[in-house]
């Protein structure tokens, strides 16, 4: 599923972004962009507005994994 998010904090280890819903989803340092980056502010400030993919989601402890690689499309 396809979201935009506002990027709410960025940290050392990747950022959190709003998509809507009442917990922010984290977007993992691995999972921002397909080439390395030593911190996530390379990329990301807070406040810009991104697109982002839901990969995971963890209900009992509140966590939504996401992912700004945009999905291999099925051929």
Do not use: C, Y
């Not at 962009?33 to 402890?61: A, C, M, Y």
Request: glycine share 8%; hydrophobic share 45%.
């Amino acid at each position: 599923m396809e979201l935009t998010g506002t990027v709410r904090n960025v940290i050392d280890f990747g950022a959190f972004v709003d998509i809507g819903v009442h917990q922010d989803g984290l977007v993992h340092i691995s999972q921002i962009t397909n080439r390395f980056i030593k911190h996530p502010s390379e990329v990301l400030k807070v406040g810009d507005v991104v697109k982002v993919w839901v990969l995971t989601v963890d209900v009992p402890k509140k966590r939504i994994g996401l992912t700004m690689k945009p999905p291999k499309k099925a051929d």
